[in-house]
């Protein structure tokens, strides 16, 4: 069984500001990790995935993978109101029968106030 | 790409009845679909894994009788909750994903509302 752990939150960052979102998981054989942004009443969609060591940027997204210590953290620059929302952090199963199946933390809450 | 679409969007239905969701990978064949349902407030629990062809892996505690998913081609799924009560009321969502990926592709969800 794949934990992953998220703080629930709720995380208030002003607009412009930087948002950071943190992650860990406790099967350290885990190899692939997922972002997905949840808004209220909305299903998942997907930020970013990343599979290895170190930062991997895409916009004002970042995730950030340390193996070493079991834990992927997204940042999120120059916050706007739009990036309020449920972040989910996500580990796949890659053996046997969890081949392929997400297993999601419970969520941190965002909200980036004006 | 990559679209999943789900129907209905929302349901409401009286208590002892049937409802069937649809799950479709509208540009791409899914070879296994996976089947949610989310509580308010609450994150997202697997409630079971299909393959098209086979019969659905239930994730411990859901009732198979009570959610029957048939996965029967390569672009649809359906999940019906059969004889639903209140405590059924949920948001159900369905992803798909390809045999060569890992990634997953979400519908929309269904909201369930039992009366």
């Known amino acids: 069984q794949k934990e992953v752990e998220q703080n629930s939150g709720p995380l208030s960052v002003p607009e412009g500001a930087i948002a950071s979102l943190n992650c860990t998981y406790s099967?350290?054989?885990?190899?692939?990790f997922f972002w997905y942004r949840q808004y209220s009443g909305k299903s998942p969609e997907l930020i970013m995935f990343?599979?290895?060591?170190g930062d991997k940027e895409d916009g004002r997204f970042t995730a950030q993978l340390n193996k070493a210590s079991q834990y992927v953290s997204l940042l999120i620059r120059d916050s706007q109101p739009s990036d309020s929302a449920t972040y989910l952090c996500?580990?796949?199963?890659?053996?046997?029968?969890?081949?392929?199946?997400?297993?999601f933390g419970r969520g941190t809450q965002l909200t980036v106030w004006p | 790409g990559a679209v999943v679409s789900q129907h209905p969007s929302w349901v409401i239905c009286k208590s002892g009845t049937s409802v069937k969701i649809e799950c479709r990978s509208l540009?791409?064949?899914?070879?296994?679909m996976f089947w949610y349902r989310q509580f308010p407030k609450q994150s997202l629990m697997l409630m079971a894994t299909?393959?098209?062809?086979?019969?659905?892996?239930?994730e411990q505690g859901v009732e198979k009788d009570k959610f029957l998913i048939n996965h029967a081609s390569l672009t649809l799924s359906t999940l019906t909750v059969t004889s639903a009560h209140p405590e059924d009321s949920s948001f159900y969502i369905c992803?798909?994903?390809?045999?060569?990926?890992?990634?997953?592709?979400f519908g929309p969800g269904t909201r369930l509302t039992v009366t």
């Open positions: 996500a580990v796949i199963g890659d053996r046997g029968s969890t081949l392929g199946r997400l297993y």
């Open positions: 099967d350290r054989g885990s190899q692939s």
């Open positions: 299909s393959n098209e062809g086979s019969k659905a892996t239930y």
């Open positions: 992803s798909a994903k390809t045999a060569s990926s890992y990634e997953q592709y």
């Open positions: 540009d791409f064949q899914a070879t296994t």
């Open positions: 990343i599979y290895s060591n």
